[in-house]
């Protein structure tokens, strides 16, 4: 009971903040935090839950990203559209990806994403008639405000969030869960892993469509370096849910805003309060920070969580240590 | 026909190099199982380190061979000792913990190099970097033909080691079952560290014989550790034969599919191909040659 | 599991909402300068940077705004367009800047322009050369540099009067600038009558561009153009003459073909390579030299027109703020477009024509390589050094 007066406190928080910050930019920054929340628990679903570990959800992202665009500048109909068509045009190429790799285990399925993502960003910059190639697609915002994108943004991060949290609670939760824990032992109770495999993906892959399908409504621009990069998209959508927690159903959440906010709390040097040659360190501080919590964390903010806490209230660091190891 | 075989040559020439830098990552692949995403990172290290040679006390690329692959071995071997082997014992829902570490040890790489060189494109330009000799109406660059031929001498000698010697025989036992060959005496958390620091050596030569008709700069590893991962999946883990056969059949497949297809496409090509060995030739070319 | 995530967001907005303004100096002009300092395009945005603290220094020395001293806001756009509009958003919402300048890729001042019009604040485009930029019709956004369309505006003269080409191969990096450039020499290839044999793009950071070159050398081009980054195109040239192509010239589209570490990395294969340019020193612009001189004196490093388009654009702020008749946004608009200035970079005023608004006109030039040095050659009244043409590459390369 308690759990659920935080979440609701949570919310609340969330959709009265545009109410009381009338700033652009911490509205931007939420709204790009509320997209990662997105596209971390969609990953999360995949990898934490099923245990198919992806380095390719660009591959997605991009997709639903340049449906968005593409419904503008080929069909010549509003980009809004893309908010319809980006998740399930994301989600056929996932199933297609699934038929492909699914057969594939372990290192094996994650390489094969990352060749996936990499053919189709080269693809999209060599297709220059179709998508513009790396001039990029670029249209023009339909609000001024942010409010919109807002609410626009929290209200599909509630959503994946509800149905995530519906599918894990379901049997289909269980199933993926069983996969993930012992591949052969799932098919010999009778699970057919290949469906269950698929029909994660295809979840997966649906909700991080429609955040690129937002992604472009929002930004007005992409271009094929954006969207399907290894290193920003699929990467940070790893590092999102390692940080926060892969395999717990909060921390995604709480991984994407810790790291959108240290992204820009180290790009803008906090705010010009340290020396300028911090802005200059916000991607080592990423490294550090991944080096560090999957030694001493593995489990993430979210999933160690009682060792934080642990460490706060008695202070020793040797316990930190012990667990650790 | 002479534009086919000067792409041919272009192709086989450039597969030594990639070779080379795959050979490490097969090495690793083969024996610890896991994607080392840090490889071309390491790569990037060692070619610092000829730079600064170079640079500041005058050393020629071909020199810093006996300087920078064992500053890697020994870099490997910690990277592997602190940061990856601690991970095996820790209990975590992802399986992939120590890929992920390499990540983190990627980006670490990358921005400490960084922040002591800056982003600059540095380059090492020796007297021989565009030197050529012609046979026919065909040319070829005397640094990459150096590089071609040190590839195929790396790769019987490890080929040797891993087949003839003690420690060869543990690295390969280890590979194969590694609870079996603890049972038989041998120190695999050793042999882990030993495999990865001669992984980042190899890339190091690499990086090194890459220097003179190349250049640095801190991002340049990216590139070269998808290109080892696709020669190591289409050779076959833990072969070196594989790694030398997969190198040069990449590397033609790029020149050729470049000429003939699409420059812009070069990238995807191997790509394509990788998938390709993934999903119908699990094994790799090992498989068919079975070395 | 749920208060963590309490936490977390609680301390974001604590952190973000409760720091304040760590400069709050009232009585100066404060204006945002967004250019990449990390990630790739790092280079360029330095000497942009260094260009615009040194001019910045000057005009305050020179008595700052009427009495008031003029800042720049650095922010990093780290060469992604999200961040980059982050930045704009920071800069005008929480730093309330007067205007914003800087803007070095084309996507990230793209979405820096975006935003500017959207909170109507001006933004002064330094490098940002997509033709898509100022073809908004976005009365915010101003541009100083000419758009990628025009660059090779000076090679048209210099190819149908001296080199009078009949085929050519075009060579260009795949971004967003060789992508656009490509397609405007294809133009002004069909305007004069030019063949165009092969149009290829490539990934930037290759090692080996033999495949290419070897396609190209079956062609034979009387000409190839190639819009390449710096070690991209030591590269490409280096090669060429391993392959010893022999066009009648070869040319580079800007970029990479005009930077002192071209011809280091190349010697006597980047000898007599052309390329076009929209600045060099030497040309009778006030105060060019003497930037010139200036920058390469205190900062020991080369600048070429990325780093002018830097100066002069700060030029152009203060002459606009100077003017202004309220230091607010809409004041600031007011005097950019009244602007008519001199600068290093070459006089600027902002005027419409053909599809854009509120673009600065400039001529572009033909610069070679003769003897290691880069010396202007075209158009002739203006050129340090004859050019040299027809080129021996047998015995330019030997």
Redesign the interface.
């Known amino acids: 009971m308690k759990s659920l007066y935080a979440k609701i406190a949570v919310l609340a928080l969330l959709a009265v903040f545009p109410l009381f910050v009338g700033s652009d930019y911490y509205r931007h920054l939420v709204i790009i935090a509320l997209m990662w929340v997105v596209i971390g628990a969609s990953w999360n679903l995949l990898a934490g839950y099923t245990g198919q570990v992806s380095f390719g959800h660009a591959i997605f992202f991009g997709v639903g990203a340049y449906t968005a665009g593409l419904c503008t500048t080929q069909l010549g109909i509003s980009a809004w559209w893309g908010m319809l068509l980006g998740g399930p045009a994301a989600m056929l190429v996932g199933i297609l990806i699934g038929f492909i790799c699914f057969r594939l285990r372990g290192a094996y399925f994650a390489l094969a994403t990352i060749a996936i993502a990499e053919i189709l960003r080269l693809i999209a910059i060599v297709w220059r008639d179709f998508t513009e190639g790396m001039q990029g697609i670029l249209i023009i915002q339909t609000f001024r405000s942010k409010v919109p994108y807002y609410y626009l943004a929290l209200g599909i991060a509630v959503i994946c969030m509800l149905l995530i949290y519906k599918i894990i609670k379901s049997k289909w939760g269980f199933y993926f869960i069983a996969i993930r824990e012992d591949q052969d032992a799932a098919e010999a109770l009778g699970i057919s892993t290949f469906r269950y495999k698929s029909l994660s993906l295809m979840v997966s892959s649906f909700f991080t469509g429609l955040a690129g399908a937002f992604y472009m409504n929002y930004m007005g621009f992409i271009d094929p370096e954006v969207v399907f990069s290894l290193h920003f998209i699929s990467i940070m959508a790893i590092l999102v849910s390692i940080i926060g927690g892969a395999g717990t159903m909060w921390g995604p959440s709480v991984g994407a805003f810790i790291m959108v906010m240290l992204q820009e709390l180290f790009r803008s040097s906090f705010f010009g309060y340290a020396p300028s040659w911090v802005s200059h360190a916000h991607a080592m501080a990423f490294g550090v920070l991944v080096i560090l919590v999957i030694r001493f964390m593995a489990n993430g903010v979210v999933g160690d969580w009682s060792k934080i806490t642990n460490l706060w209230s008695k202070g020793k660091p040797a316990a930190l240590v012990t667990n650790g190891n | 026909m002479e534009m086919f075989i000067q792409t041919l040559v272009a192709g086989i020439l450039i597969g030594g190099v990639y070779a080379l830098i795959g050979i490490g990552m097969t090495l690793i692949m083969g024996v610890m199982r896991i994607i080392n995403l840090a490889h071309g990172q390491l790569m990037m290290v060692a070619m610092y380190i000829t730079f600064v040679l170079y640079q500041f006390l005058n050393i020629d690329p071909y020199f810093a061979l006996l300087v920078a692959p064992p500053a890697l071995f020994l870099i490997g071997a910690a990277i592997q000792r602190y940061l990856l082997n601690p991970l095996i014992k820790i209990e975590s829902i992802i399986p992939e913990n120590q890929v992920l570490m390499t990540v983190g040890i990627g980006i670490v790489l990358t921005e400490t190099i960084r922040f002591m060189f800056s982003s600059d494109y540095k380059s090492v330009k020796t007297s021989y970097s565009t030197a050529t000799f012609n046979i026919g109406a065909i040319s070829w660059n005397v640094p990459m033909v150096v590089a071609f031929i040190l590839a195929v001498v790396l790769t019987a000698s490890l080929f040797f080691f891993l087949l003839k010697t003690d420690v060869g025989k543990s690295v390969r036992a280890t590979a194969q079952n590694k609870d079996a060959a603890m049972i038989m005496g041998i120190n695999a958390e050793w042999i882990t560290q030993l495999t990865y620091g001669l992984g980042a050596a190899m890339a190091a030569a690499g990086g090194t014989l890459l220097l003179p008709i190349y250049y640095l700069f801190p991002d340049v590893g990216g590139p070269f550790t998808l290109k080892a991962f696709i020669i190591t999946i289409l050779g076959g883990l833990g072969s070196a034969v594989g790694a030398i056969m997969g190198g040069l059949v990449l590397g033609v497949a790029e020149s050729l599919g470049a000429t003939y297809i699409s420059m812009a496409l070069k990238d995807a090509i191997g790509m394509v191909i990788f998938l390709l060995v993934l999903v119908f030739l699990p094994g790799g070319l090992k498989q068919l040659t079975k070395v | 599991?749920?208060?963590?995530?309490?936490c977390?967001?609680?301390?974001?907005?604590a952190?973000?909402?409760f720091?304040p303004?760590?400069?709050l100096c009232q009585d100066t002009v404060k204006v945002g300068i967004i250019l990449p300092?990390?990630?790739?395009k790092?280079?360029f945005g330095e000497i942009e940077k260094k260009s615009f603290e040194m001019a910045l220094e000057e005009i305050n020395a020179a008595g700052g705004i009427n009495g008031k001293k003029m800042e720049f806001l650095f922010?990093?756009d780290?060469g992604?367009?999200?961040?980059a509009?982050?930045?704009a958003?920071?800069l005008?919402?929480?730093d309330k800047v007067v205007m914003l300048g800087g803007g070095y890729g084309s996507?990230e001042t793209?979405?820096i322009s975006?935003v500017a019009q959207?909170?109507r604040v001006p933004f002064l485009v330094a490098t940002g050369s997509?033709n898509?930029i100022t073809e908004?019709k976005w009365e915010y956004v101003f541009r100083i540099n000419p758009p990628v369309s025009e660059y090779p505006q000076a090679l048209e003269s210099f190819l149908s009067e001296v080199v009078k080409p009949k085929t050519a191969a075009i060579l260009y990096e795949?971004?967003?600038f060789?992508?656009?450039g490509s397609k405007s020499f294809q133009e002004t290839c069909n305007k004069i009558g030019i063949k165009v044999l092969l149009t290829?793009?490539?990934?930037h950071?290759?090692?080996?561009?033999?495949?290419?070159l070897?396609?190209v050398?079956?062609a034979n081009p009387d000409l190839i153009y190639m819009i390449s980054y710096?070690?991209d195109a030591?590269?490409i040239m280096?090669q060429s003459?391993?392959?010893?192509l022999s066009p009648k010239v070869f040319i580079g589209g800007g970029a990479g073909f005009t930077m002192p570490?071209f011809i280091?990395?190349t010697?006597k294969?980047g000898e007599n390579v052309l390329s076009a340019t929209l600045w060099y020193q030497t040309l009778p612009y006030p105060g060019a030299a003497e930037y010139y001189d200036k920058f390469v004196k205190r900062y020991n490093m080369d600048t070429e027109y990325h780093g002018a388009e830097g100066y002069a654009s700060a030029q152009v702020i203060g002459d606009a703020l100077k003017r202004a008749k309220a230091l607010t946004p809409d004041g600031v608009r007011e005097a950019l477009l009244a602007t008519d200035v001199k600068t290093v970079f070459g006089p600027v005023k902002f005027v419409s024509y053909g599809k854009m608004t509120q673009q600065n006109k400039l001529p572009t030039y033909v610069v070679q390589w003769i003897n290691g040095k880069l010396e202007m050659v075209w158009p002739k009244d203006v050129s340090t050094k004859p050019y040299v043409f027809p080129i021996d590459w047998e015995k330019t390369w030997k």
Do not use: C
Not at chain 3, 37 to 40: C, I, K, L, R, V
Not at chain 3, 241 to 244: G, I, R, S, T
């Open positions: 599991m749920k208060r963590s995530f309490g977390a967001f609680v301390l974001t907005l952190v973000f909402l720091i303004n760590a400069a300092a990390t990630g790739e790092a280079k922010e990093d780290t992604r367009p999200d961040v509009r982050a930045a958003e920071k005008i919402t929480k996507s793209f979405a975006g959207q909170n997509d898509k908004m795949n971004t967003n060789g992508s656009s290829e793009g490539y990934q950071g290759g090692v080996d561009f033999k495949p290419m070897v396609k050398k079956q710096i070690m030591s590269l280096n003459m391993e392959l010893k570490e280091k990395n010697a294969a």
